[in-house]
């Protein structure tokens, strides 16, 4: 069910008349919105889009950077009442009751002529958006795809910075990125029930490893090491071989026992470095601990539905290889451990923000994320800790996924841990979950309390993007992909009935039910055309079946 009044954030509804007083400083179609993780930037892109696409000609377009990505966007479109095709392939046309698409910028890359057709005089939102700058072609085929898009809306979760690929429609000072409206975590702590106050435990310890070349290396994270030496350590430190890793593997199981006994949903995230890692450190938490975790990798094509199921359960432990590093929304995360040789701190950011969301109706709540003690994690982890202790402060007073991997990681099969031991060198975890004395969540923003009219939006008097085709009389509105999908799986059943019936090839079958119903492509029928076809399907089962008791005599 669509909603029918939008309650707005204060900063969401600034952003909303910023974006339609429009962008004055370069091409007035662009908008780059910079807010921190948990502030709602989907919220804001899929208002800023329902309120503009009626006086637009085309179709709403957003780019993702994952395939589980583009679910989460389509079931939050629904929400506003917009119909969103995920499956889409180019070369086909999209559904005429379809308000549009989600994609994501590999796809783009690989296709963007189809692309801007599709986006021309329509809407595209452009999320996480320095993805573009990833790959040469990514970034050439966003240019080229939503060249001639009436209105195009960047999202980033963290300030970024181009190298020398450029991404396209975002204005730049120096190497800088410049927002046409920036939110952080700060200003998100300071006006609570937005975000929560995130406290990094840090472990120290003393490492043993051979290196790559032979050498036999110790050190602790206190030792000045050059940069391949320091990846090595950190390697080592994570390496199962060793008791670094289970030790704060049982230590960020004790926080979140604790934090279970006030939220009992509850559940820790462990980023782990490669596949082999993540299966190990499961079995590591089975066997040790006691406890089950679920495992989403990008190599496993059922990752998504596995991360959607730990979203909306109550197992405590998920881990995850390239799969919960941005966008993914799980609010229940409150602990993480950061597991991963990846060093950059545009990674570390969109790490912690995985268990930043606030949550209500449970009170002050923390979230933690457990690091190794490596010098570039301490200086990530103080940077995001000064603003949390400023903010928190005041508000007393008054309120490129880029990866640096291990060096000589092609050569790990001569990279060897002798040993690895954990100590604690920041005691910021706490034995109990207490009201936060530092952080009383005033009421009001979008949750709660009172509101200010000027925040909340009647949707019900905004149209809808006109659609070719309605789907009234059939407890569906247009655009329902729930319904679209069901009625395919319907489809695909009575054509496998119909060819086990009839002997005929499913292209035969097939291409005669579109005909009946007027159908070029399953892709592209509308929920009428399909609910046509079932019925078409329906009916040529009736007579086969007829005619072979007939037969029978």
Do not use: C
């Not at 230590?251 to 026992?257: D, F, M, Y």
């Not at 920041?426 to 709660?448: M, N, T, V």
């Amino acid at each position: 069910m669509a909603a029918s009044t939008l309650r707005l954030r204060p900063w969401q509804r600034r952003a909303l008349d910023a974006f339609r007083d429009g962008n004055r400083d370069g091409d007035p179609r662009d908008f780059l919105a910079v807010a921190t993780p948990g502030a709602g930037k989907t919220t804001f892109a899929i208002t800023a889009a329902r309120l503009t696409m009626p006086n637009l000609p085309g179709r709403l377009v957003v780019v993702a950077p994952t395939r589980h990505l583009k679910e989460q966007w389509a079931d939050a479109a629904a929400r506003f009442g917009l119909g969103l095709v995920t499956d889409w392939n180019p070369g086909d046309l999209l559904p005429a009751d379809s308000h549009g698409l989600v994609t994501t910028y590999q796809q783009v890359g690989s296709s963007p002529d189809p692309f801007f057709a599709l986006s021309q005089g329509g809407f595209v939102i452009l999320d996480e958006i320095h993805h573009a700058g990833e790959e040469r072609s990514w970034g050439e085929g966003v240019k080229v795809a939503f060249d001639a898009a009436g209105r195009r809306l960047a999202l980033s979760g963290t300030p970024f910075r181009s190298d020398t690929r450029s991404i396209p429609f975002v204005r730049y000072h120096l190497d800088e990125a410049v927002p046409d409206i920036e939110y952080g975590y700060g200003d998100a702590l300071a006006d609570g029930r937005v975000v929560r106050p995130v406290y990094f435990p840090r472990f120290g310890g003393h490492m043993e490893w051979t290196a790559p070349d032979g050498a036999q290396l110790a050190a602790s994270f206190d030792d000045p090491l050059a940069r391949t030496q320091a990846n090595q350590r950190l390697r080592a430190a994570l390496s199962l071989e060793g008791e670094w890793l289970p030790t704060v593997l049982g230590e960020a199981n004790q926080q979140l026992v604790r934090i279970r006994e006030r939220h009992p949903d509850a559940g820790g995230l462990v980023i782990a470095i490669d596949q082999d890692h993540a299966r190990r450190i499961v079995e590591l938490l089975r066997r040790r601990f006691r406890v089950r975790a679920a495992i989403a990798t990008s190599e496993d094509p059922d990752a998504s539905r596995k991360i959607s199921d730990f979203a909306a359960g109550t197992d405590p432990w998920i881990v995850a290889v390239r799969m919960i590093s941005e966008g993914v929304d799980i609010p229940r995360l409150r602990v993480g451990v950061y597991a991963t040789t990846t060093t950059t701190e545009l990674f570390f950011r969109q790490a912690v923000g995985r268990i930043v969301r606030h949550v209500s109706g449970i009170g002050a709540q923390r979230a933690y994320m457990f690091l190794p003690d490596d010098h570039r994690l301490r200086h990530f982890g103080h940077t995001i800790a000064d603003v949390r202790r400023h903010s928190l402060r005041k508000e007393t007073r008054d309120g490129a996924d880029e990866r640096e991997v291990a060096d000589g990681a092609d050569q790990m099969s001569l990279f060897a841990v002798h040993s690895a031991t954990a100590s604690e060198v920041e005691a910021d975890i706490f034995l109990d979950e207490p009201d936060d004395p530092d952080h009383h969540e005033a009421d009001g923003g979008a949750e709660g309390g009172g509101v200010d009219p000027e925040l909340l939006i009647d949707l019900t008097s905004v149209p809808l993007p006109g659609l070719a085709t309605a789907a009234s009389g059939l407890g569906a509105t247009p655009g329902d992909r729930n319904e679209r999908d069901r009625l395919r799986r319907v489809n695909a059943d009575l054509a496998r009935q119909l060819v086990d019936l009839t002997g005929m090839p499913h292209k035969t079958v097939n291409g005669e039910l579109n005909r009946r119903a007027g159908v070029t492509k399953i892709a592209e029928a509308t929920i009428l055309q399909l609910n046509k076809r079932s019925r078409a399907a329906e009916e040529w089962l009736r007579q086969e079946n007829r005619r072979r008791r007939f037969s029978a005599f």
